[in-house]
């Protein structure tokens, strides 16, 4: 059972708009920032958004990040075939001391 | 631009010591501006797991459910860090990978990762 708890599928057609959450508790995602990760098929993970919604220069705008509470959601629209991949949020837990993901959601675009 | 690879035995047998080693390039392990340099893995099937962190001055953060197991280390010298986890078994197995955490998660870059199958 991960810490961080996200629907392991999405799916969605070229062009849509497609959300994928990832649920926490108090001591990650309630006080900490959260962070987002793309896997490619084949490649290393790589980050998306940090800081709860920022973007590293590179990433393009159709993604975007939020956060409430303990919860957080990353959007991605416009959504094109290569963005299949395998999406997984993260953070810090203060109880663990150390980072914790999510199980990770696997995008299929259809 | 900063790039990581992880190295190691991709086959370690029951109770040894599974030890890797994650080289930078593009940039100094203690440089200026100095970081965190993580180790984490994903068994197949199961969610990313953070194993631990060394700082370029030795301090190290271990995930508590694998502490007593794992060490790390890193040679400035050689612009590496790395990790051993002692008496491994098959739950073991998984693909490991090395990233600089900026701050509190953020991993940027990741390795490739290394897939090490413990198994007699």
């Known amino acids: 059972q991960s810490v961080l708890t996200q629907s392991p599928s999405a799916s969605g057609t070229p062009g849509q708009r497609v959300t994928i959450s990832c649920s926490g508790s108090s001591s990650n995602i309630g006080s900490n920032y959260v962070y987002w990760y793309q896997q490619l098929p084949g490649t290393a993970p790589k980050v998306l958004i940090y800081?709860?919604?920022q973007r590293p220069s590179g990433v393009p705008n159709r993604f975007s990040g939020s956060k409430s509470g303990t919860s957080a959601s990353l959007a991605i629209s416009g959504l094109r075939s290569e963005d299949e991949a395998e999406y997984y949020c993260a953070g810090w837990d203060d109880s663990l001391s150390g980072v914790v993901f999510g199980g990770g959601t696997k995008l299929t675009v259809l | 631009q900063v790039q990581l690879q992880e190295s190691g035995p991709g086959l370690v047998k029951p109770s040894q010591t599974l030890s890797l080693t994650c080289s930078v390039s593009?940039?100094?392990?203690?440089?200026?501006?100095?970081?965190?340099w993580t180790w984490m893995r994903r068994p197949a099937g199961k969610e990313v797991e953070w194993i631990g962190r060394?700082?370029?001055?030795?301090?190290?953060d271990y995930n508590p459910s694998l502490k007593s197991r794992v060490s790390m280390s890193v040679d400035t010298s050689k612009n590496q860090f790395s990790l051993r986890l002692t008496s491994v078994t098959a739950a073991d197995t998984a693909v490991y990978y090395c990233?600089?955490?900026?701050?509190?998660?953020?991993?940027?870059?990741w390795g490739q990762g290394i897939l090490v199958t413990v198994s007699s």
């Open positions: 990233a600089r955490d900026l701050a509190w998660g953020y991993l940027d870059p």
């Open positions: 800081r709860n919604d």
């Open positions: 060394i700082y370029t001055t030795g301090r190290t």
């Open positions: 593009g940039g100094s392990i203690s440089s200026s501006t100095s970081y965190y």
